[in-house]
Every structure is written in structure tokens, then in C-alpha cells.
């Protein structure tokens, strides 16, 4: 549940990152001699991950459309994160996961070779329990800070390079108005009751 002042604090938040992440998109742009019209193809991860962070790119990215119309694919962290542990030799049957807080994480499986990885579990929340007895099995645990919670974890990392690679390939494009962020959580709102009036004597 949350309050209108922390939905305040987090419009603020994402309208800074956003600001940062527009010098960051000039910063890059200059560097590569492009201009924003040459830009035909946006990639953006939905998630999970950060609530503000996700929120922020997917603003970017409806923005940017509604400006230039430029076509918009959609990736999970979870997808990207395989292709990552393909790239890494990471082989075999893969539980990449991602710190879901609560003693939770955002856990799916997939079988990697060298030549391609599919999803074999849909992404899920899963419990400490569950992801430690996998563990124990001798099963691959690999994502961002794997190797803190698993003594045979894999660290790996949502890379941008990555994502940029991933979209090469796919033309399922898609309207930046339906992009919606991976939560496997419902997020609920509260209205912050009026201030109470103390009686004065």
C-alpha cells in the first residue's frame, strides 16, 4: 500500500532520472555522431527490477515515440539476463533469478547451449526456500547477486549492449502506450487520510 506523498516522491524521482537519462541518451548520441532522427528502434526492459527505474525508461521511451515515432521492443531483465549467461558459457539448465526483497526473487528457468536458450519455467516469485533447495541440487542459480545468496551463484547483470543485440532480430514492435513493466506483485495505493484537527481550548 502506498500513500499520495510516497507517489509524489516517486513522480519527482522518475522525472530526475529522466532528466538524467536524457543527457546520458545526448551524451552517447554525440559520441557516436548520431542525431536523434537516426535513432529508427528503441529497446527497453520492462522489468523486474526497480520500480522507479522501469517507470523512468518506459516514460523515456513513450515520450520518444510520441515524438519521432520510432519503433519500440519490449524485453524482460529475465530474457536479457539468459542471453547474457548464453554469451558467458554459462550452459545447461539455468535458474536465472533477481532480489525480489521479502526473501523472495523473481526466479524462471531456462535451458542455454551455444547455439540458442528458451524459457523452460515461466518467470514466477519464488521463495528463499524453494531457490536454496534448487541450489542444493546442484542446479545453475545465476543473476545479480546470486553469488551472495548461493555459494555456487553466478553474478550477472542486465547489459545494454545485451538488449541492443536481443532487438536486432525481433520486429514484434510494439505502441509505447501498451508498454506495461513486469511486476509480479499487485501494487495497491492508499489515500493519506486528512490531517486530524486537535480542539483547542
Known sequence: MFADGQVRGWAQEIG???????????????????????????????GPG????????????????????????????VEC??????AEKIWGRVNILIDAQRDEFYLASHEIGAA????????????????????????IMAGPEADKWFSTGRALF???AMLARLSGGR????????????????????????PRIVPTR
Not at 527505474?53 to 524485453?75: P, S, Y
Open 16 to 46: 530526475a532520472r529522466a532528466g538524467r537519462a536524457l543527457g546520458l541518451v545526448e551524451s552517447v548520441l554525440r559520441e557516436a555522431r548520431l542525431e536523434r532522427e537516426q535513432v529508427d528502434c528503441l529497446a527497453v526492459g520492462l
Open 50 to 77: 526497480s520500480y522507479t527505474g522501469i517507470r523512468c525508461a518506459i516514460a523515456l521511451t513513450q515520450g520518444w515515440q510520441l515524438a519521432r515515432e520510432t519503433k519500440i521492443v519490449g524485453f524482460s531483465s
Open 81 to 86: 539476463l539468459a542471453a547474457q549467461a548464453q
Open 116 to 139: 540458442l536458450f528458451r524459457e523452460t519455467e515461466r518467470l514466477h516469485l519464488a521463495g528463499m526456500e524453494e531457490a536454496r533447495a534448487r541450489a542444493d541440487a546442484g542446479e
Open 158 to 160: 542486465p547489459d545494454a
Open 171 to 194: 520486429n514484434d514492435f510494439i505502441s509505447a502506450e501498451k508498454l506495461e513493466p513486469i511486476y509480479l506483485r499487485e501494487t495497491a495505493f492508499r489515500k493519506t487520510p486528512p
